[in-house]
């Protein structure tokens, strides 16, 4: 099969000319496709996925703690701590499990959640003279997921570079314990502040030595500078 407009000889089965883009008049049937047919995807509808069954598993879980707490020791709610336990499970399912997100906005919402779960902890058992949950609950959690996310780059920067801005991003939040502890009576307990503030500095020198370049590349990407 020949395109008359650029006289180039066709080899497979195409209505338009590869070289010049014209359409062609006269196509050879028994010649093979230039491209497979594109197969249609079969979309399957589950009625009942992991979150939905979880989510009402969880409900009747919750509703159960919370009438077993107000009919017995209304002391201490803790059926609350049980509902945000399973909170924070459906977190875990939807947005990290199965979630496409990439690992810097997985490791991000795991941190945020299971803060938030250690305040209601530390709030329904009475314990928030202490502050515990600030003063050592939120930099131990920093601190682990700083390192989980920075050597889960490091060992592929080349695949992660989208996550090095993360690594930035997150390692500055490090630096909220140091300023809670200097600017407000909220954290009391210094070094485990000076501890979350120290790996951060070194997890920030570390993604600019060793991923200058590419984070230089992923800066221009995302903000055009």
């Not at 010049?20 to 594109?38: G, N, Q, R, T």
């Not at 140091?178 to 600017?183: C, E, K, P, R, W």
Request: with cysteine; aromatic share 10%.
């Amino acid at each position: 099969m020949r395109c008359k407009y650029c006289n180039v000889e066709i080899e497979s089965k195409t209505k338009i000319c590869p070289l010049c883009h014209e359409k062609l008049e006269d196509i050879d049937e028994s010649l093979p496709l230039a491209y497979p047919e594109k197969k249609s995807k079969r979309h399957v509808h589950r009625h009942f996925t992991l979150g939905k069954i979880y989510t009402f598993v969880s409900l009747i879980v919750f509703l159960l703690s919370l009438t077993v707490n107000y009919l017995t020791d209304k002391s201490v709610l803790w059926c609350y701590i049980v509902g945000a336990m399973l909170l924070y499970g459906l977190i875990l399912i939807k947005n990290t499990i199965l979630s496409r997100n990439s690992v810097g906005i997985k490791v991000l919402v795991q941190t945020v959640s299971i803060f938030l779960l250690f305040v209601v902890i530390e709030t329904v058992s009475a314990t928030t003279s202490s502050h515990w949950a600030l003063n050592y609950a939120m930099p131990i959690i920093h601190i682990v997921s700083t390192i989980v996310l920075t050597v889960l780059v490091a060992c592929s920067i080349s695949k992660n570079r989208n996550n090095l801005i993360s690594v930035m991003a997150f390692s500055f939040l490090g630096f909220l314990p140091i300023v809670l502890y200097l600017a407000t009576n909220i954290v009391t307990v210094l070094w485990p502040a000076i501890a979350t503030c120290v790996l951060s500095v070194i997890a920030i020198l570390s993604t600019v030595i060793f991923g200058h370049n590419e984070l230089k590349n992923e800066f221009k990407r995302k903000f055009h500078i």
